[in-house]
């Protein structure tokens, strides 16, 4: 990792200068401060792992439910969930009553008009009764009405109930939206495991940068002791100036990791603070608990597999598409099936606001409605809904063989590193077991400190080396368990 080069680096320039200088200067030479120092640090370093913070609370734990009840993503689905709420009530309420107050003024004048021959017709008929009853009682004098065809002054107005009786496209768009609700469920299911995922890995990330500069500090301090050391050196003509480049070169080279990993720290801060809809500032509070918790592989491949087959929301959400396919493809078919619906009316007609000439107007009836022939219409809707089932089917191969190879490809990553942490584990021991030959060997004044700085930063780059693998474990864990459902 780039964060391991500046101890390959101060590996190489200690045996370097170990040989070069091998015989320039003896250990009675340190000074007690450096020999002091270096044994403080040589002891924080060996507790470095071990360390935990006060207290067993699981910060990862409180960051994930922090994240589900403040992200933005998960919001949004609130108010879909809403909205599908909202349309499956209103598909609800296609079963009430309709009513409709309506009204209407009108007022015309010229245009059509409709001639009644009431003279023409009357007249003759009158003059001959008369005429029978030698009377004039029949009056042989009418004229024939004229009007014009559009009612002047007229007001018709009308208060009308519709209710539907027999709909079945009512019926099954009812259905289709309580589905659709679901689905909309699963997605959101499907986010929440997606953060969980995603809060650990910035949070682990985070710690990695955070085990790294703690290293890579503790190693600047060691090398300016060193730097410290051979400016004595040459102070007192038992050196050459020349000596020093390489450890400013390695000085160098550790603040720029430094530098490189405080970069990357803040961007997990800012990504595990976005995640969690936080300022972006906020502290991140470290845990190191979680690096004590690796256990051996408990994973099983098929079991793995089978529980993704099982738990995943793709197959959930196809059986639900099908579902859904299948109730729009009933909805088409019952088109077929002729509309009832019941409807009353109760109203007032009247010319020029005279309302002497009779009572309000009742009205009762049904209405059927039938098609009878659409040009095949129906017929062309359900042969696409086939094909969509057809697709859907394929689909739903296509994710099995997607999820297997997600699933295998995390198994195998994942026994990868345990593979690695147990070869990390074997290059500690043999770094203890040589750090502790060499350390009685310097305790007895049989080896130069640079031997001791040598063997002390292989221990140092082992442990490092251990705590990286272990968080790379519990982030491809969290990743397992994110692609085989595993809630």
Known sequence: MANNLPLKYINRWLSDYMTERHNDFSIL????QMKKHFIQVSCWLALLLPIALTGQSNVLDEYVAQALANNLSLRTYNFEEAKQLSRIEQARKLWLPNIDLNASYLFAEGGRTIV???GDLFNPVHSTLNRLTASQNFPED???FQTQLTPNNYLDAG???TKPIINSAIKYNLKIQEALINLSSIEREEQINVIKFQVKQAYLNYLKTVQGIQILD???TLLEEILAFNNKLIKYNKATPDIISDVLYQLALIDSEINSLGEQQALSRILLNTIMNRNLESGIIIDTTVLHRVQIDGYNLNECIAKALKNRPEFRKLILTHDINDLNKRKIDSQKHPTLNARGAIGLQAEEFSFDDGGPLYTVGLSLGWNLFDGGLRKNRVEELKIVADQNALDTDIAKQQITLEVS??????????AKLAAEESAIAAAITSYQ???KKYDNQKVLLIEMLTAHSRLSTSKLN??????DIEILKADLDRIIYNN
């Open 218 to 220: 503790e190693n600047r």
């Open 437 to 439: 030959s060499i350390k």
């Open 409 to 418: 490809q995390a198994f195998y990553n994942l026994r990868s590193l345990y």
């Open 116 to 118: 009644f021959p009431v």
């Open 29 to 32: 030479e340190l000074s007690d």
């Open 466 to 471: 251990r705590v990286l693998a272990i968080i």
């Open 142 to 144: 009418l004229e024939n």
């Open 159 to 161: 208060l009308s109930v």
